[in-house]
């Protein structure tokens, strides 16, 4: 069965950096676009950014480019969020998820979904 492990977060100023990763396991991704989402509390899940396991197509919300870049590694099987120049608004659980196709920011259209490591950011 899939399953998706993310780590690497934790509490940073404002301004600082961290590096979200996304063990994948269970199957072959490389037809799968994977994305992150976030959820801050009081708030509904927001689209974070999505890229094709295959060829690297990328997108951002418009809250996160420039700042935020997605990638992945075949090897390793693992999905990256390197998060930049980081904000209070940004503090929320992220959750790397997998779909079988597409790169839309619609969580229904999500089939795998991780159990979420929290970010901070303290200003």
């Known amino acids: 069965q899939v399953q998706l492990v993310e780590s690497g977060g934790g509490l940073v100023q404002a301004g600082g950096s961290l590096r979200l990763s996304c063990a994948a396991s269970?199957?072959?991704?490389?037809?799968?676009?994977m994305g992150w989402f976030r959820q801050a509390p009081g708030k509904e899940r927001e689209f974070v950014a999505a890229i094709r396991w295959f060829g690297g197509s990328t997108n951002y919300a418009d809250s996160v480019k420039g700042r935020f870049t997605i990638s992945r590694d075949g090897a390793k099987n693992t999905l990256y969020l390197q998060m930049n120049s980081l904000k209070p608004e940004d503090t929320a659980v992220y959750y790397c998820?997998?779909?079988?196709?597409?790169?839309?920011?619609?969580?229904?259209?999500?089939?795998?979904w991780g159990q979420g490591t929290q970010v901070t950011v303290s200003s």
């Open positions: 269970g199957r072959t991704f490389s037809s799968y676009t």
């Open positions: 998820a997998a779909r079988r196709s597409g790169l839309g920011p619609a969580g229904s259209e999500f089939d795998y």
